[in-house]
T-cell receptor
Framework: GQNIDQPTEMTATEGAIVQINCTYQ??????LFWYQQHAGEAPTFLSY????GLEEKGRFSSFLSRSKGYSYLLLKELQMKDSASYLC????????????FGTGTRLLVSP | DAGVTQSPTHLIKTRGQHVTLRCSPI?????VSWYQQVLGQGPQFIFQ???????GRGNFPDRFSARQFPNYSSELNVNALLLGDSALYLC????????????FGPGTRLLVL
């Protein structure tokens, strides 16, 4: 089976740093994606990890440890507009690209 | 360049009816995937198509079907609608449906009464 776990909700203040964790158990692994989704909108791509280590892109970084089945998304210098749901999605080893999503982490950034 | 487009944006149907949702991928993308997202949950995979062939199917009943056209656009059909089919239906496109990034359209919000 496929299981993706993320915290349901997190809160942080403007200017702070927040780390959103994701653990996964899947039959095979072909990569992990992070998407941002504002309420009522489509998910937008943030990052992709297929090898162990840290990928940095501006204020956002994503880390992957395949041996631990673990990833995190790090958001620095939080802004009010970062209030959204953050979705962790794994591509299991099915031979085609099906994304298996967690339930998402709702992040609320307060002033 | 235009992103993924979907139509309609919103739809209200009654139980037992049929619905067709449409998706146009990003230009140059040959693979389209469909996802269902109910409120408070992550998207659930329904289908993937590549070059007009079904590549994968999620755990959805046979009431759900889809197809892809020669221009790579796609339709998702749902028959005999149930209240539980109320959700945001997302279409995502990618170059070849392999390990590359999937880009999502704005979705169609379906309400079944």
């Amino acid at each position: 089976g496929q299981n993706i776990d993320q915290p349901t909700e997190m809160t942080a203040t403007e200017g702070a740093i927040v780390q959103i964790n994701c653990t996964y158990q899947t039959s095979g692994f072909n990569g992990l994606f992070w998407y941002q989704q504002h309420a009522g909108e489509a998910p937008t791509f943030l990052s992709y990890n297929v090898l162990d280590g840290l990928e940095e892109k501006g204020r956002f970084s994503s880390f992957l440890s395949r041996s631990k089945g673990y990833s995190y998304l790090l958001l620095k210098e939080l802004q009010m507009k970062d209030s959204a749901s953050y979705l962790c999605a794994v591509v299991p080893g099915t031979g085609f690209q099906k994304l298996v999503f967690g339930t998402g982490t709702r992040l609320l950034v307060s002033p | 360049d235009a992103g993924v487009t979907q139509s309609p944006t919103h739809l209200i149907k009654t139980r037992g009816q049929h619905v067709t949702l449409r998706c146009s991928p990003i230009s140059g993308h040959k693979s389209v995937s469909w996802y269902q997202q109910v409120l408070g949950q992550g998207p659930q995979f329904i289908f993937q198509y590549y070059e007009k062939e079904e590549r994968g199917r999620g755990n959805f009943p046979d009431r759900f079907s889809a197809r892809q056209f020669p221009n790579y656009s796609s339709e998702l059909n749902v028959n005999a609608l149930l209240l539980g089919d109320s959700a945001l239906y997302l279409c995502a496109s990618s170059l070849q449906g392999g390990g590359e990034t999937q880009y999502f359209g704005p979705g169609t919000r379906l309400l079944v009464l």
